[in-house]
């Protein structure tokens, strides 16, 4: 009896240590047989050209840490350099790491549109999970793809300030589509394109953000099928030294839905095109022609947005199709510094701001 007790006790000891020593892994071979430990390190782990560091398959539960510096063979392909999908999983960097894409090695200036065809960074399908405390510097091309449900982001900085001088584009932050329930925290991003895209999903916060370099924080359902962003709250958040400060952005002959969107408490500093926008006539490509009804703005909230625009940038351009605002409330905006002039149309008669 004494000895079954003694050997029970032996196995839980050995099962006990199973769960909670980490799985180191510092060779991606390694990772597959790690996903079996509900606790993964990944240190110093370098991905080799053309495959994910597949961090899919993982035991609900599990916590991933970057540890030390991760890095990725060059390869001209569209990626993911990365990517999970699961549920109540953790991912979190240790204090010093860093995951360093190199983007340097992909970037000549045409992003997505061209050129090399280059790897997008992080694609996450996850429900009931947290991102935190990630180090990413110069991604080559769009950043976290985000999908899914219940999904915590918090101290995620991406540092792509190289791709300023070196050619980066369409070096997104955030790519959020298709989700619910994110909220995303205390985040510092300096690259070359929207801060967040946020193209679909509901019930969103964006909160106590940097936004340095890019095309600010941005609404953009545009796609062909019908895109609805609902209830969205962005707070908090600074955008600096960026093309756009805050905007919504729908596509052109988009169809889709755009309701329930609070922006406020934001702060913008040299703003070099639009401080604030709104407009229904997005193109990749840029802004083109006159803008489209198939995507209405309903209940737009836009409070306490203060800040300064270049001059050769405007303050703040409205160009909806007429009837598309519906239910707006703008106050204490106070966003100047622009002068270039532009065509304004579709501003409900309630917005008391200087248009254009
Ligand atoms: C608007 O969205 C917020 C969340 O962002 C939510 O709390 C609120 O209930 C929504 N309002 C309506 C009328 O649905």
Redesign the pocket.
Known sequence: MERLVFALGLCLAIIQTIIANPVEVNNINQLQNAKKSKHIILKNVVVPAGVSLDLTGLQPGTVVEFDGVTKFGYKEWKGPLIKTQGSGITIRGRNGHLIDCEGRRWWDGKGGNGGKTKPQFFHIVLTDSKIEHLNVKNIPVHGFAINGKNIYIAYVRIDNLDGRTQGGHNTDGFDVANAENIRITNCYVDNQDDCLALNSGK???FEYNICKGGHGISIAPWGRSFDEV????VIGCQVLDSRVGIRVKTGADARGIVK?V?YDNIVLQNIRVSGIIVHGNYRNTGQMGKPTAGVPIE?LTINNVRGNVLKDGTNIQIYVADGMARNWKWSQINVNGGTRKVECGGKPNNVHVQCG
Do not use: E, G
């Open positions: 019930n969103i916060l609902r209830d969205v709250r329930n609070t209940d």
